[in-house]
């Protein structure tokens, strides 16, 4: 309990600052909801708004990619497999051949691409 006095005794004062965090990422993914947002109204005032377009459209992009990893990882497991049975019955040549078939399936890859 407090005694009354006719002086003031200053409190203890502590010192505070509220942290303050920069975050790139969550500014980022704000600016772009605000974006895309703004987009959706205007098209909903001009009466062209069909929802699930935006979606749909990007699956048709990923879609449309055609992914030749699965075809080159084929391709390298079949020459593994023949290159070891090749080893087992002829010798040799078979891993100097499975060697040269696979850089020409390497460059004729690289060059499909470009």
Avoid: C, W
């Avoid at 407090?2 to 790139?24: E, T």
């Avoid at 704000?30 to 974006?35: D, G, P, S, V, W």
């Amino acid at each position: 309990m407090k005694i009354p006095s006719l002086i003031k005794i200053p409190n203890h004062q502590r010192f505070y600052i509220k942290p303050r965090y920069y975050d790139p990422v969550k500014e980022d993914v704000e600016n772009r909801e605000r974006l895309i947002i703004a987009e959706i109204n205007a098209e909903k005032k001009k009466g062209s708004y069909v929802p699930g377009t935006r979606m749909a459209s990007a699956f048709d992009r990923n879609m449309r990619k055609k992914d030749n990893s699965s075809i080159l990882r084929l391709l390298f497991v079949i020459l593994l497999f023949g290159g070891t049975m090749g080893y087992l019955y002829v010798g040799m040549i078979a891993i100097y051949a499975v060697f040269g078939v696979g850089a020409l399936a390497i460059l004729f890859s690289r060059l499909k691409r470009s």
